[in-house]
């Protein structure tokens, strides 16, 4: 049998105003289960939660209802007073008499008619309240960074500087990422190699830090505080142990024509290959893709340079199994493909290039030295184009991306004014819808490339590019002179839109983490929780939440890493008791709910039911983990059998409440 | 039609935890009126109200019958109240097609900022369902008190 | 067609499979789902005529599970029953040898009853006729008169996932399946409410439309769930106009494939697909066209979003007649 | 023997309706129900109602209390649906043996006054059958369809409404009639019975004495696999006569019913113990086996099935009790 003990409070006179508080405790008094009912004047106050504790100890209540402000006001106050009373926290219930009863009816009878019915429904859900615990579970003290660029490398970095071991998993040989390959930065013009390679090597020397480059996510299993993952290690056929990095191999290896990616294709590396010279881990890669070797099995030059005899064509995939506690996604972007935007000449003509490329055509790493020359010819272009929003802010998307890249208008001022400072010789162009400069220093910077430089920036879309004798014909319209432009360009640079890296896409399934229609991570609340994915225990760093600039991706990699670091200092993570909970017997195993679960909470198992007359049946039947579910009823509505309901706020609870409302 | 003056509607609001349940106490902050009329039931995120909750509401004698959330994209659990609008879409939809008065359902997206929009919303569903007058259609005369 | 099929039964049955078929009765129409496991059984009682309609799909989610193989014989609109229950993890399908079968229609004793024949006693297929043997004489009528009415605005012929099939491949066809739902959307909402109280009033609570219904086999219903708080069990007031129907279509909204067995079996003839099919429209219009069990993959609408799906006020402003 | 033009049809109903309720047949074939006469209210062309006539004394759903909660007080008030006088027309023969067979069960002590209450107010009116459909079989029971019993038999021949009483009920209704006049009505051809397909339905296997024989067949197991346990049977049944009570929160009280139950039913006669018939076999075979063995064991050999039919026609799956007698009476014989 219940016994409930009902508290309204005055409230001062916040309350009590409008409401006839000793009606309304004289009223629910007589209500079923009702043990007790009193009112007084600040039932928050230390007084007032003596009076509570005080009967529930007197009248061994088994549920409590107060009658009082918001419960997202006081309902964790009166869970702990009642808590430590001995009362299950969960079998308080509120009646929000203050906010949406007496400070919104100025009629007294009218508001203590409606508190009433507030606090009666009240009565009802307690009637039904269980009391709930909340779970705890371990956390495995070990984090996982998915990507190696720059926003995973900071990432690693913090969390390893608060003492905790870090995992990076990079697709790549090397770590570094899309910032190797930049030149200069905006708007410091401070070289990018020089502030990234100490850090890449920070990295490698951190020894809480394991750099596992050239490798994968194959599985993700497990949740928040324990996540078990499987990462495959490619074989790069060369011993990273014996390895010295000499760099031997890949001057001897006669395969010379391999496209090198770095230097996005515009010149060549061998087969055997160390992707550049500040490369972390500093070891060679055969390419299995175009070693004579490994192809014909005739070859064998690298192996016998080696002195250090690190070289095993026939070396395996790795199967890398480990435990973490947490996982950052910092997968991080790529620029689009060209491919539908043929007005633009890139697939007919050299000269047409994209940043990335021209980054690499400004960098004394690259292809030419640092010397700007048109890939063509190699001569000396004097005329440059630069097309802003290549792919960026498309409408309908077919073609390109909605969305703006963001970094575009900055790094098309940085290579507009770095060519004209270089090569005062030449005239440069940049056609833009708009330019947007919202960082610190940014529009200032831009204003230099067009005061001090002397950068032609016209508002207004380059309408075709046309190869003709050795020139490149751009045709664009000059929207705020209102005329038509043609000029005569030696090359044209792309301002190429950036889309989420591709592996993010499956990445995500493994982690059960939902990402918007364009297939950047989603954040947990774009405001709130902007680098927690929705799925606990995964965070996001960098450019895969979003198209950023070095300062942001930085930014956001150390508010990545003091989220792990805050997960992972704990021992134990406490779960919300308000959790989904299927119950096995009804469940049809359809897998509804799991659909519509945003966590990634609910798993199916195959198990043995009794049924009737000694036989036994296996089903599938769902299994929701409290660790992870946030208790949001998603599931439960699902669920056609009811199966599936939320503890706290289970099916029959709010059907009380409905009832005791509609009464 | 004639407009009862004596009838008093009653209407359950279901507001997710997150946004609308707190803008009606931002409402209430404000001291911004609305009838007595409307009883608000908390769930944790609008993707929580069952059909069945509504159903029943009318069954027990509510002639009106609101829920509230998060506006669509702000989700506090990022997709719930899309699942919601789905449902109460086809549901409505439904009650329509069995002749019940369309107007007794509504769904409305109300934050935690918006305590005005949510007295408003109320104010003028608790007059269109006054206007309609006593749920008839839906009742279960068992619950009648007499 | 009924010599066909049975030559496959017996073929499957020494194969090693338990074959579901079809047992004869008293009459040619009622024919009975039954599970054959001997030669002498198929030879005996197997048969499969025009009135072999009910979908015999949702038997497979015992029948997989018992161990074993069993045969099943599908007509198209039972395909999409049964791959929707395999998308729903109740069909073990590897435990299933799945025969299609081509439909030309199905015959339902109720349409020849209405039709204004009384006291049938047997029948013969003659193609597009059916010879129908009644206590007062034979009469000839066109097999069209005896069809079902979901058979009449069959919506697809094409027999899905199937180990082999016995007749042509078909095609989805265009179906005039929404105009009856049209029509109501079109009546004022007093004339809806009228037609409905008409239909559900007469509902008696054998709950026959939900155990035939494949969508609907929840290990247990809401309804019979006292634990549920909305168990009911009897047409006390109206708990089945007002609850219970509009409920169930919901719960089968997004999974229904249309098949119509709920209309078949109900013993007060309550036009139960109605409400489903307003379901699956809406869902059409509002969401892009789905049919449930036409794949695996595809999310159900229910359990699937847009960001930029209508909002729930589109009911009022599209008006009555969307 | 009085007799009255069936022109004059719809005054006789008037003339009956004056003073108490009256029931009648009507609606279409598949859904004719009995219903309460007004004006202009014809009879069904059907020849059977697509639920039986048991509703009028032993209704789905009725009331048998209500219990009113004020704050912590219970009162309880008595709740019975009042009994009026009423006439129940157009009843076959077969529906009106099953008032037999009800009475058997509700009319023996202890008395269930509420059946009992209906009983008592209500005058049947019997209407011999001239069109079987297939499906009938009330002959093989020993029930002849063209002499129903009843307090007033009626006959419909050549014009005419052939009324016969057979109670002292009966008498009082014909007497306080107008418009009757005496008359003899014809001879009936029967002919059409002789063919019914299942007149020669052999009950031999059954009754009350090879009880354990028959639970134990084997035949159950393949006669119940493809039952999808709803009611429609227990339903349209005129025999069935389980029911379950129910309490119905209103939230201000709870309102007490009964309703019938059907033994398809995975809940019939569930108790805190469990369920006795675990398995949709165990209780597809009660309602057989209480048909054709445990009523006959009861009641001297009286089969408590009457031959309607309408289990034949209703059945999703076309299971039904001629074919539970065709394979345990095959069994059965030597």
Known sequence: MQKI????????????????????????????????????????????????????????????????????????????????????????????????????????????????????????????????????????????????????????????????????????????????????????????????????????????????????????????????????????????????????????????????????????????????????????????????????????VCSKVCTAGAIDYRQQDEIIQ??????????????????????????????????????????????????????????????????????????????GKPYCSKICCMYTAKHAMLTREKYPDTEVYVFYIDVRTPGKNFDEFYRRAVEEYGVHYVKGMVGKVAPENGKLKVQASDLLGGRQLHIDADMVVLAAAIEPDRSARPLATMLTASMDTNDFFTEAHPKLRPVESPTAGVFLSGACQGPKDIPETVAQAGAAAAKVIGLLSRDHLTCNPCVAESNELMCNGCSACEKVCPYGAITYIDKEFRGPNRTTLVRRVAQVNPAVCQGCGACTVACPSGAMDLKGFSNAQIMAEVDAICK | MQVNQEFRPTIAAFCCNWCSYAGADLAGTNRLQYPADVKIIRIPCSCRLNPLFILRAFQRGADGVILCGCHPGDCHYTTGNYYARRRMTLLFSMLDYLGIERERTRVEWVSAAEGAKFAETMNEFVSTVARLGENRRLEDLRCKSE | MQERVKAKAIELLESGCRVLGWKAGEFFYDVTPAVFTSREEIERDFVFNPFCGANQSKYLIAESRRGGRVAAFLKPCDTYSFQQLQKEHRILRENVYAVGVQCPGMCDMDALRAAGLRGVTGAEDRGEKLLVHTLRGDREVDRSLALSERCRVCKSKKLLDCDEMIGQQGEELVSTRFTEVERLEAMTPEERFAFWRGELSRCIRCNACRNVCPACSCEKCVFDNPASGAENKAPASSFEENLFHIIRAFHVAGRCTDCGECSRVCPQHIPLHLLNRKFIKDINQLYGPYQAGADLETRPPLVDFQQDDPEPSIVGERGTNP | MKKLPLSQLDALFAAIAEKRRLYIPAGEAGTASFTPWREGLKLTDALNTARSAKDLFFPQVENLADFKVTGKQIQVIENRDPAEPFVLFGVRACDCRSFDILDKVFLCDPVDTYYQARREQGTVVTLACTEPEETCFCTALGIDPTDPAGDVTAWMAEGFLYLRANTARGEELLSSLPLLEEGEKPEQDRSVFEKLPLRDLDWSAFGGERMMERFNAPQWASLAESCLGCGTCTFVCPTCQCYDIKDFNTGGGVKRYRCWDSCMYSDFTLMSAGQPRPTQLERFRQRFMHKLVYYPANHEGEFGCVGCGRCLQKCPISMNIVKVARALGEEAKP
């Open chain 1, 322 to 399: 480990q435990e973490y506690g947490a996982i950052v996604a910092a997968t991080g972007f790529e620029p689009i493909s060209m491919e539908k935007f043929d007005e633009f000449a890139y697939s007919q003509s050299p000269d047409v290039v994209t940043s990335l490329e021209f980054e690499r055509l400004m960098n004394a790493a690259g292809p030419t030295g640092g010397t700007l020359l048109r890939p063509s010819d190699g001569k000396h272009p004097h005329t440059l184009v630069f097309v802003q929003c290549v792919g960026s802010r498309c409408d309908g998307g077919e073609k």
């Open chain 1, 5 to 300: 003990g009902v508290f309204v409070c005055w409230c001062g006179s916040n309350i009590a105003a409008t409401v006839d508080v000793e009606t309304v405790s004289d009223a629910l008094a007589r209500e079923p289960g009702v043990v007790f009912s009193t009112n007084y004047q600040y039932m928050c106050s230390q007084a007032g939660q003596d009076m509570i504790q005080e009967k529930i100890r007197e009248l061994g209540l088994t549920g409590v209802v107060i009658c009082s402000c918001s419960p997202r006001m006081h309902e964790a106050t009166f869970r702990r007073a009642c808590e430590k009373a001995g009362l299950n926290p969960y079998l308080v219930e509120i009646a929000n008499i203050r906010e949406q009863c007496s400070w919104i009816h100025k009629d007294k009878a009218v508001g203590t008619e409606k508190a009433i019915i507030l606090g009666r429904a009240a009565i009802a859900k307690v009637q039904l309240n269980a009391p709930l615990t909340a779970g705890e579970s371990p956390v495995t003290k070990r984090a996982l960074v998915i990507g190696g660029g720059i926003a995973g490398i900071q990432t690693a970095l913090d969390i390893a500087e608060a003492g905790f071991p870090v995992d990076i998993v990079e697709k790549k040989p090397t770590i570094g990422g899309k910032m190797t390959q930049i030149d200069k930065t905006f708007p410091t013009l401070d070289c990018a190699a020089c502030i990234l390679t100490p850090k890449m090597v920070d990295a490698a020397q951190n020894e809480k830090i394991n750099i596992i480059s050239y490798a994968q996510v194959e599985e993700v299993a497990g949740f928040v505080g324990n996540f078990s993952v499987k990462i495959r290690k490619r074989a790069r056929f060369v011993d990273e142990t014996k390895c010295t990095g000499c760099g031997l191999c890949t001057e001897k290896c006669p395969q010379k024509n391999v496209p090198n990616e770095f230097n996005q294709g515009l010149d060549n590396r061998r087969a055997i290959y160390i992707p550049f010279a500040q490369a972390v881990p500093k070891v060679a890669t055969i390419d299995p893709n175009y070693c004579t070797m490994l192809k014909t099995g005739k070859c064998g």
